[in-house]
């Protein structure tokens, strides 16, 4: 069963930090590049950032370019997503997704809207 999990999430104050987990089973996350994103209340789901699986390049959302860092474990099958300087603009439920499609790509290939994997989201709360 394919099956991508996220964790982490959680409330904290603006400044702090957080580290999710997106871990998949089932299939080899590595082969893919994986995406991180989020949806805000009243707001479309958009890219945060992605990892490629060919050239390990990775991608960040302006607004979040400096302060968020993705990471793979191969090893572990799982890909982070480390949250510094957290800001209430940051509130929102984050997701993990891939295109098991795609072997050995780059970023480009994920589609917000045509993904074929999806995690159930965990939630961050970024409030004073």
């Known amino acids: 069963q394919v099956q991508l999990v996220e964790s982490g999430g959680g409330v904290v104050q603006p400044g702090e930090s957080l580290r999710l987990s997106c871990a998949a089973s089932g299939f080899t996350l590595g082969y893919h590049a994986i995406g991180w994103f989020r949806q805000a209340p009243g707001k479309e789901r958009e890219r945060v950032s992605c990892?490629?699986?060919?050239?390990?390049?990775?991608y960040y959302a302006d607004s979040v370019k400096g302060r968020f860092t993705i990471s793979r474990d191969n090893a572990k099958n799982t890909v982070y997503l480390q949250m510094n300087s957290l800001k209430p603009e940051d509130t929102a439920v984050y997701y993990c997704a891939t295109d098991r499609r795609y072997y050995y790509a780059d970023c480009s290939v994920l589609n917000i809207n045509d993904l074929d994997a999806w995690g159930q989201g965990t939630l961050v709360t970024v409030s004073s």
């Open positions: 990892i490629s699986s060919n050239d390990g390049r990775k």
